[in-house]
């Protein structure tokens, strides 16, 4: 049976102003959802039909923001869909606003996060939302550093640009499920890299893979502004498409780049890792 198509969606790994310890949001899936059901993972989702039109009618736009395109063989169309759709997913799943005022440049205050936000999410259409709020996406907020492709053996499949962004300042920097618009999100934590790490490995919480090798090179690139910054030197981000193999014991082992059974597109070796090996059901080490 061929192996299904992946679908395009955006993930951002969402990080918090306070300048003491530096961390991230990690928001849980419900048990009901169809795909990773009980992890923990960066906000985000697939991209929809809303997010594609309005990537259309801001290019047609002379009035369009400039964005960085860097994925190999997408149009300029779904590239700022791709963005779209993680300041979207972000907004649904943290309602952390990633946009600016009309001008462009002026940031939303607490108190007008706190009362714009519920009423832009109870809108059907979020885009529909803003425009009624006199907001704009602001694009320069995120930047992309990975594209991870769900290997072929998995029913269901997600083309996944991941994102780094900043919560802007005036928004709270303690999101909570208050103002989650998802009835995906069960939970939602605000962590360091190394303790979310940890609770995985002890058992505590679920990473999945991709999950896990981003927290893994934001500590080896010195932090998620390190990782940023090091995004921006990448003129093309090739595509992270782990291979299932299985060793001699059975064990299923997701090779990447840098291993001898991976087979795939020859995106840049992560830092320590060439291998996620299955430690039971969806928990990889």
């Given amino acids: 049976m061929s192996p299904s ?21 990690f928001i849980k899936r419900s048990a009901s959802s169809r795909f990773m059901p009980g992890a923990y993972v960066f906000p985000g989702g697939k991209m929809d039909e809303d997010d594609l039109n309005q990537a259309r009618e801001l290019l047609s736009s002379p009035n369009c923001p400039s964005f960085f395109n860097p ?29 600016t005022k009309a001008d462009g440049k002026t940031l939303l205050s607490l108190q007008e996060w ?13 885009w529909m939302g803003l425009r009624e709020h006199n907001l704009n996406p602001h694009l320069e907020f995120l930047v992309p550093i990975s594209r991870w492709i769900t290997p072929v053996i998995e029913p269901r499949r997600f083309d996944a640009v991941f994102f780094v962004a900043t919560i802007p300042n005036g928004q709270s920097h303690e999101p909570s499920t208050n103002f989650s618009a998802s009835s995906e999100v069960s939970d939602l934590q605000v962590l360091a890299p190394a303790d979310a790490i940890a609770m995985h490995h002890q058992g505590t919480i679920l990473l999945p893979p991709p999950t896990l090798a981003t927290l893994e090179s934001a500590i080896a690139a010195g932090g998620i ?16 498409c782990p291979h299932a193999v299985f ?5 299923l082992l997701l090779t990447l780049p840098g291993h001898p059974d991976f087979v795939g597109p020859n995106a840049h070796p992560l830092p320590g890792r060439t291998v996620f090996s299955q430690v039971e059901g969806m928990r990889f080490r």
Avoid at 5 to 25: A, D, F, K, N, Y
């Fill in 71 to 99: 994925f190999h063989g997408i149009r300029n169309d779904q590239a700022l869909a791709f963005y779209l759709c993680g300041i979207r997913e972000t907004a649904e799943e943290t309602g952390v606003l990633l946009v």
């Fill in 114 to 126: 706190e009362r714009i936000a519920p009423s832009v999410l109870a809108y059907d259409s979020f």
């Fill in 225 to 240: 502004g390190a990782l940023k910054n090091k995004a921006f030197e990448s003129k093309e981000l090739l595509p992270y």
């Fill in 247 to 251: 060793n001699d014991a059975g064990q």
């Fill in 5 to 25: 198509q992946p679908v395009p969606g955006s993930t951002v790994v969402l990080s918090t102003i306070s300048t003491l310890t530096e961390r991230i949001v």
